[in-house]
Nanobody
């Protein structure tokens, strides 16, 4: 069974930075494309950023482009989300998800595994 565990969330002032991590159990991490989603209170889950299996290709939502950066270390079974210039509207629970077929899917049904989420709160 594959498990995803996020960490790195917290409370930060607007303009600050956070780095989220998602560690994936098992020896098949490199076979999954990875994506970060987020969900704010009262809102639908939102695609944030995705990275291909080999880490060469990345894709970002327009709302975070230029501020967030996704990366992965296949030797450490970990995907990261570096978040800079944070805004109050970035406040949400952030989830990582693993996709076995394809990549950067917007629909949550395309993903095989999800983490439990980590809270990010940006104060104004």
């Amino acid at each position: 069974q594959v498990q995803l565990i996020e960490s790195g969330g917290g409370l930060v002032q607007a303009g600050g930075s956070l780095r989220l991590s998602c560690v994936v159990s098992g020896r098949t991490f490199s076979t999954y494309a990875m994506t970060w989603f987020r969900q704010a209170p009262g809102k639908e889950r939102e695609f944030v950023a995705a990275i291909s299996r080999n880490g060469i290709s990345t894709y970002y939502a327009d709302s975070v482009k230029g501020r967030f950066s996704i990366s992965r270390d296949n030797a450490k079974n970990t995907v990261y989300l570096q978040m800079n210039s944070l805004k109050p509207e970035d406040t949400a629970v952030y989830y990582c998800a693993a996709q076995r077929t394809g990549w950067a899917a917007r629909s949550g049904s395309e993903y095989d595994y999800w983490g439990q989420g980590t809270q990010v709160t940006v104060s104004s």
